[in-house]
């Protein structure tokens, strides 16, 4: 089904980085392949295909029109971004490692080894940070610009831990949340430095400075046609304060909800400035088991009973439901046309594949056995009826049956009203009318708790920075600091001290930024459950909930 023309033209205007207007291009090559996917074995199974997809393939993300939406042209955004940073600090070089030292204080990967890739797939030779989308596409017959979108892996790939808690951006795992991805500083940053260099005479130079290779071919496409838009389209914003009405998140949050909102052309909450229903990245262990997704459920399976589910109930066709779901993703997160992101249902099936073998790392420090086990009673009787049935295996824990209970559990209602009927029908009146049965106005569905060591903060929108004060309402701080951060083994989530920031000392891999819990979106209040166990009861159950 076709949307309606404002959708394009909305979607120019509420983009991230609109930068290069579809309609002026008529070229060969309006969608690329990632040049970021891995290269997979002849005979590698789906699983193997499904992790190399979900580290680096495009799901047409890498596109003309994308590029009007969210992508960017990666060589002049990368060269805008170096020459801002040597504003700051005039001995800066303009070279890969300050490229690479910016994109780290937005919390991007670069060149993190994934300690998680299963057989059969293998490196990838690239620069680009992990989760970072890049191919070639033809503005007009003879050109070509390298561009460059989110992927699954820049939200959905998180850094491995040390046996001190202490993070390893070298490593990374696949499938775990990326707790400092902030890209609400990385727009606005992009923003502001397009907006200081697009007219410079520095910029072109930067850009051959930081990429030698670049060919004659691109270096005429940027000067001749990508440049001159560029610039067209900040002109057209004036002094507008930022590129997007509305706010993106923060460390480890994201405004899907908005970002949806925009594409398919909705009104935003006070012209978007009402529109913080920012989520909390999951960690994706078990989410295979759930039949609908999103925060509040607003996705479900067509046909899908409201049951518990076990692993029974993994079907092909569950499977195919799940992965026509994900694929709508890539609308408000990668400015992929609903008309076209079917396009990505072979490769969102081989995602699913993977993340059903999926399981995230032991947690590094000290589980005690018989704490644990204590816990695991403590849980079963506290939290099974919504979170699902664990069994203790070894030194984990493995979801058996999932409720796949949605409610009302009190915390911060923004961003559940967000996701309204006008938006569900709006939804429903795009392709994927039977694919997903949408839904609103139900509350908030408890997820697995699968991975949940490394999913701090807490909460839905990030609220809580401990599993500690989860449990104990009245230790839950008014703000706090995160991304970058080290993990707390006692209290389970982020390493503070008395007042919310970081420790003495310690110096956090990305930027840290303070989250104010009295903000709209924001608030710390609700999920009570749990807060009147014992002291020893509350421990035990924290030593299980390790073991996930």
């Known amino acids: 089904m076709t949307l309606p023309r404002r959708w394009g033209r909305r979607a120019l205007v509420v983009s991230a980085l609109p930068l290069l207007a579809a309609l002026l291009w008529g070229g060969a090559h309006p969608v690329a392949e990632s040049l970021t996917r891995p290269p997979v074995a002849r005979q590698a199974d789906a699983v193997a295909r499904g992790a190399a997809a979900f580290e680096g393939a495009g799901f047409g993300g890498i596109s003309m029109a994308a590029l009007s939406r969210n992508a960017?042209?990666?060589?002049?955004?990368?060269?805008?971004?170096?020459?801002?940073e040597q504003a700051r600090d005039p001995a800066v070089r303009i070279d890969a490692a300050t490229l690479a030292r910016?994109?780290?204080?937005?919390?991007?990967?670069?060149?993190?080894?994934?300690?998680?890739?299963?057989?059969?797939?293998?490196?990838?030779?690239?620069?680009?940070?992990?989760?970072l989308t890049t191919g070639d596409v033809a503005p007009v017959g003879g050109s070509v610009v390298r561009v460059a979108n989110l992927g699954c892996a820049a939200c959905h790939a998180g850094v491995a831990y040390r046996p001190d808690g202490t993070p390893d951006p070298a490593r990374a795992v696949l499938g775990m949340p990326n707790?400092?991805?902030?890209?609400?500083?990385?727009?606005?940053?992009?923003?502001?430095?397009?907006?200081?260099?697009?007219?410079?005479?520095?910029?072109l130079p930067a850009a051959d400075a930081l990429f030698p290779d670049m060919s004659l071919r691109e270096r005429a496409t940027l000067r001749l046609i990508v440049l001159p838009l560029v610039r067209r389209r900040l002109a057209a914003l004036g002094d507008a304060a930022r590129p997007l009405?509305?706010?993106n998140g923060t460390p480890g949050t994201t405004n899907g909800v908005a970002?949806?909102?925009?594409?398919?052309?909705?009104?935003?909450?006070?012209?978007?400035?009402?529109?913080?229903?920012?989520?909390?990245?999951?960690?994706l262990g078990d989410r295979v088991l759930?039949?609908?997704?999103?925060?509040?459920?607003?996705?479900?399976?067509?046909?899908?009973?409201r049951r518990a589910t076990t692993r029974a109930d993994l079907t092909p066709e569950h499977r195919r439901a799940l992965a026509a779901i994900t694929t709508f993703f890539t609308v408000p997160s990668m400015g992929v046309h609903p008309d076209a992101a079917l396009d990505s249902l072979g490769d969102a099936t081989a995602v699913v594949a993977f993340l059903e073998t999926y399981r995230p790392p032991p947690f590094p420090g000290v589980v005690d056995p018989g704490e644990a086990r204590a816990g695991a009673a403590v849980y079963a009787q506290a939290c099974a009826a919504c979170h699902g049935d664990y069994r203790l295996s070894g030194r984990g824990a493995r979801l058996e049956r999932y409720p796949n209970w949605i409610g009302e559990v009190g915390t911060?209602?923004?961003?559940?009203?967000?996701?309204?009927?006008?938006?569900?029908?709006?939804?429903?009146?795009?392709?994927?009318?039977?694919?997903?049965?949408v839904t609103a106005g139900q509350g908030y569905a408890a997820p697995p708790l699968t991975g949940l060591w490394a999913s701090a903060p807490y909460l839905h929108n990030g609220s809580v920075p401990t599993l500690d004060a989860l449990l104990s309402p009245e230790r839950r701080p008014a703000r706090f600091q995160v991304g970058g951060h080290a993990l707390d083994f006692d209290r389970v989530g982020l390493r503070l001290s008395a007042d919310g920031g970081y420790p003495r000392g310690y110096r956090p891999f990305s930027q840290g930024v303070w989250i104010d819990t009295r903000q709209p979106g924001r608030g710390n209040?609700?999920?009570?459950?749990?807060?009147?166990?014992?002291?020893?009861?509350?421990?035990?159950?924290?030593?299980f909930l390790k073991l996930l």
């Open 245 to 247: 009405p509305f706010p």
């Open 179 to 203: 707790t400092s991805l902030d890209l609400e500083a990385y727009t606005m940053t992009v923003f502001a430095a397009l907006r200081r260099f697009a007219a410079s005479d520095r910029l």
């Open 102 to 131: 910016v994109l780290a204080r937005f919390g991007f990967l670069n060149g993190a080894a994934v300690v998680n890739r299963p057989p059969g797939v293998a490196a990838t030779a690239t620069a680009m940070p992990l989760g």
């Open 72 to 84: 960017v042209p990666w060589r002049l955004v990368a060269a805008a971004l170096v020459l801002d």
């Open 412 to 437: 911060d209602p923004l961003r559940a009203a967000t996701f309204a009927k006008p938006l569900a029908d709006a939804v429903g009146r795009t392709a994927y009318r039977s694919r997903i049965a």
């Open 525 to 543: 209040g609700g999920h009570g459950f749990g807060a009147d166990l014992r002291a020893r009861d509350k421990a035990a159950l924290i030593a």
């Open 259 to 283: 970002a949806l909102k925009a594409a398919l052309g909705l009104p935003l909450i006070g012209g978007g400035t009402g529109d913080v229903g920012t989520v909390s990245i999951p960690d």
């Open 290 to 305: 759930r039949t609908r997704l999103l925060v509040d459920g607003a996705y479900g399976v067509p046909g899908a009973a």
